[in-house]
């Protein structure tokens, strides 16, 4: 069975910090891209940052030199680290693994910032 757990998520100010994370059991994990998405409320879910098995990174423009995403493939863990965090990063924020021939999700984990 495969799973995909999430934690981390909260409710910060605007200028705070916070780290997701992600573990994958069910999987080989070094196979699969790994994906954080978002979906705020009202809006659709938004592609947040990418790795891939080797470290490349992709990021959305809105976060980019503020998230950073990492992946320890021994350890089957994604992590999403999020700095300077903005009223408008607010949502729910998916882990995804994106595999040749199927996807997994995780249940997701709420961001909150606000003062």
């Known amino acids: 069975q495969v799973q995909l757990v999430e934690s981390g998520g909260g409710l910060v100010q605007p200028g705070e910090s916070l780290r997701l994370s992600c573990t994958a059991s069910?999987?080989?994990?070094?196979?699969?891209?790994m994906k954080w998405y978002r979906q705020a409320p009202g809006k659709q879910r938004e592609l947040v940052a990418s790795i891939r098995s080797g470290g490349s990174t992709n990021y959305a423009d809105s976060v980019m030199g503020r998230f950073t995403i990492s992946r320890d493939n021994a350890k089957n863990t994604v992590l999403l680290q999020m700095n300077s965090l903005k009223p408008d990063d607010t949502g729910v924020y998916f882990c995804k693994a994106d595999g040749t021939r199927r996807d997994y999700w995780g249940q997701g984990t709420q961001v909150t910032v606000s003062s």
């Open positions: 069910g999987i080989i994990f070094s196979m699969y891209i």
